[in-house]
């Protein structure tokens, strides 16, 4: 999988400090050319980030979770009961007591799928093919609240979340379609009148467990992240780039420097056992951490210039996407004119050996022909040399193809070939090797 982009952030800016301290809120005064002017600059710089990062599994291509929004809104807080004049009191005046608050904030987080960081084509795409849902690419949402333990919401929550079905006993094929489990945005509600700091915890949800790698593991490989079947392929590459195999087990890897600080300054290690040597190096993948501030303040929800009203704050986030050409290609392979085509491919392979054959026999006759033009007598002396050595080799009477030692051959005794001490030499060679002696 891709590496994750740095966080793109516009908006309400840095975190809030803790309630304990003064809170500092941002105005702006920027004529309305400058604003627009600022975001367009934004987006030009979004869109021409290309990731860099090339390692990640066949399947998967990198995406991008665009516009990953997190914006609020907030109703009845002090500052607006003060306004409307909603709270007020028969004496003329105000009860702002937490018991009977009515102040509430609405946070809506939203996602939509980019390709490429172009907005217009996944728009042109959304008609021919329906788009990922945001809740596709995560297993749970949950959103933590940065405040003392001791302090609970005014709800009495410290955390609220989202957990996608899984397969279980009782369900085993879960409904992914419904409402529940596809959706782009998540809306939540809650009782506050004070802003404060929450992290948006996104938990990854991936055909193929993805881990976080030691920091030896990391320095070998060249990745901070992968699967299994990325980790083992890439350490069987780098022992074949140093020619670390042993010659007669292919299976076993001799360990460099670099292999024995992952595998504990062992001398060699065998391929099969990796799997089970790796398990010591491998975390999994933390959560995707969004760090925002719920604003309640008037600046942020009704702002006296002309900037817009709960301006959303906008992250970047990587997602693996599944390869769109997956389905296609298992269509047409299990396609009977796929398979009717590789048959008619497989008989064209054979006409053409055969073809390849028959060229080869007319090469050699015309090669035959050609000398035999060039020099008559002297092609048809060797040609018939050679044929009585075929010849004799095939009715035994040449051990070698000459025709003109076979009487010595044939001859025994000490004087022969066969009494001297190299044929007995072969001879005890012979019955040696092959058990007889």
């Given at each position: 999988?891709?590496?994750?982009?740095?966080?793109?952030?516009?908006?309400?800016?840095?975190?809030?400090?803790?309630?304990?301290?003064?809170?500092?809120?941002?105005?702006?005064?920027?004529?309305?050319?400058?604003?627009?002017?600022?975001?367009?600059?934004?987006?030009?710089?979004?869109s021409?980030?290309?990731?860099?990062?090339?390692?990640?599994?066949?399947?998967?291509?990198?995406?991008?979770?665009?516009?990953?929004?997190?914006?609020?809104?907030?109703?009845?807080?002090?500052?607006?009961?003060?306004?409307?004049?909603?709270?007020?009191?028969?004496?003329?005046?105000?009860?702002?007591?937490?018991e009977?608050?009515?102040?509430?904030?609405?946070?809506?987080?939203?996602?939509?799928?980019?390709?490429n960081?172009?907005?217009?084509?996944?728009?042109?795409?959304?008609?021919?093919?329906?788009?990922?849902?945001?809740?596709?690419?995560f297993?749970?949402?949950?959103?933590?609240?940065?405040?003392?333990?001791?302090?609970?919401?005014?709800?009495?929550?410290?955390?609220?979340?989202?957990?996608?079905?899984?397969?279980?006993?009782?369900?085993?094929?879960?409904?992914?379609?419904?409402?529940?489990?596809?959706?782009?945005?998540?809306?939540?509600?809650?009782k506050?009148?004070?802003?404060?700091?929450?992290?948006?915890?996104?938990?990854?949800?991936?055909?193929?467990?993805?881990?976080?790698?030691?920091?030896?593991?990391?320095?070998?490989?060249?990745t901070?992240?992968?699967?299994?079947?990325?980790?083992?392929?890439?350490?069987?590459?780098?022992?074949?780039?140093?020619?670390?195999?042993?010659?007669?087990?292919?299976?076993?890897?001799?360990?460099?420097?670099?292999?024995?600080?992952?595998f504990?300054n062992?001398?060699?290690?065998?391929?099969?056992?990796?799997?089970?040597?790796?398990?010591?190096?491998?975390?999994?993948?933390?959560?995707?951490?969004?760090?925002?501030?719920?604003?309640?303040?008037?600046?942020?929800?009704?702002?006296?210039?002309?900037?817009?009203?709960?301006?959303?704050?906008?992250?970047?986030?990587?997602?693996?996407?599944?390869?769109?050409?997956?389905?296609?290609?298992?269509?047409?392979?299990?396609?009977?004119?796929?398979?009717?085509?590789?048959?008619?491919?497989?008989?064209?392979?054979?006409?053409?050996?055969?073809?390849?054959?028959?060229?080869?026999?007319?090469?050699?006759?015309?090669?035959f022909?050609?000398?035999?033009?060039?020099?008559?007598?002297?092609?048809?002396?060797?040609?018939?040399?050679?044929?009585?050595?075929?010849?004799?080799?095939?009715?035994?009477?040449?051990?070698?193809?000459?025709?003109?030692?076979?009487?010595?051959?044939?001859?025994?005794?000490?004087?022969?070939?066969?009494?001297?001490?190299?044929?007995?030499?072969?001879?005890?060679?012979?019955?040696?090797?092959?058990?007889?002696?």
């Amino acid at each position: 999988m891709q590496g994750y982009r740095n966080v793109s952030r516009r908006g309400p800016g840095p975190i809030a400090p803790p309630a304990q301290a003064p809170q500092q809120i941002m105005t702006r005064a920027h004529p309305e050319d400058q604003h627009q002017e600022l975001l367009r600059r934004e987006k030009m710089k979004r869109s021409s980030r290309k990731p860099t990062d090339r390692q990640i599994p066949d399947e998967l291509s990198g995406v991008v979770v665009g516009d990953g929004v997190q914006r609020n809104t907030a109703d009845g807080q002090p500052w607006q009961v003060v306004e409307d004049g909603s709270g007020l009191n028969a004496d003329g005046t105000f009860d702002f007591g937490d018991e009977n608050s009515s102040a509430t904030y609405r946070v809506k987080v939203e996602g939509r799928l980019l390709g490429n960081g172009e907005e217009e084509a996944i728009e042109k795409d959304e008609k021919a093919a329906p788009v990922p849902k945001f809740s596709s690419f995560f297993r749970s949402i949950t959103v933590d609240y940065q405040r003392n333990p001791d302090e609970l919401e005014p709800d009495g929550f410290a955390q609220i979340g989202w957990q996608k079905q899984q397969p279980s006993p009782q369900n085993p094929t879960p409904d992914l379609t419904s409402k529940e489990n596809s959706f782009d945005l998540l809306e939540f509600e809650r009782k506050g009148d004070e802003n404060i700091n929450v992290t948006i915890n996104l938990v990854r949800d991936l055909k193929s467990e993805r881990y976080r790698l030691s920091p030896p593991l990391a320095e070998l490989l060249d990745t901070a992240e992968d699967d299994m079947t990325g980790i083992i392929q890439g350490i069987w590459e780098y022992a074949r780039a140093r020619n670390l195999q042993e010659d007669d087990d292919k299976r076993s890897i001799t360990c460099d420097e670099a292999l024995q600080r992952v595998f504990y300054n062992k001398s060699k290690i065998d391929f099969p056992q990796l799997p089970e040597l790796l398990i010591h190096h491998l975390q999994p993948l933390p959560p995707i951490k969004l760090n925002y501030t719920i604003r309640v303040d008037k600046a942020y929800i009704s702002p006296s210039d002309s900037t817009p009203a709960s301006q959303p704050t906008i992250y970047d986030i990587h997602v693996p996407l599944p390869n769109t050409l997956t389905p296609v290609l298992s269509k047409f392979h299990s396609s009977k004119s796929h398979v009717d085509g590789l048959k008619g491919i497989i008989d064209m392979d054979s006409d053409i050996a055969l073809l390849v054959a028959k060229i080869n026999q007319t090469n050699a006759k015309r090669k035959f022909f050609e000398n035999l033009s060039k020099e008559p007598a002297g092609f048809i002396q060797r040609w018939m040399g050679s044929q009585n050595r075929d010849l004799e080799v095939i009715l035994a009477e040449a051990t070698r193809g000459g025709g003109e030692d076979g009487e010595q051959w044939r001859k025994g005794g000490k004087d022969g070939v066969w009494g001297s001490e190299i044929a007995r030499e072969s001879v005890s060679l012979w019955l040696a090797r092959s058990g007889r002696y």
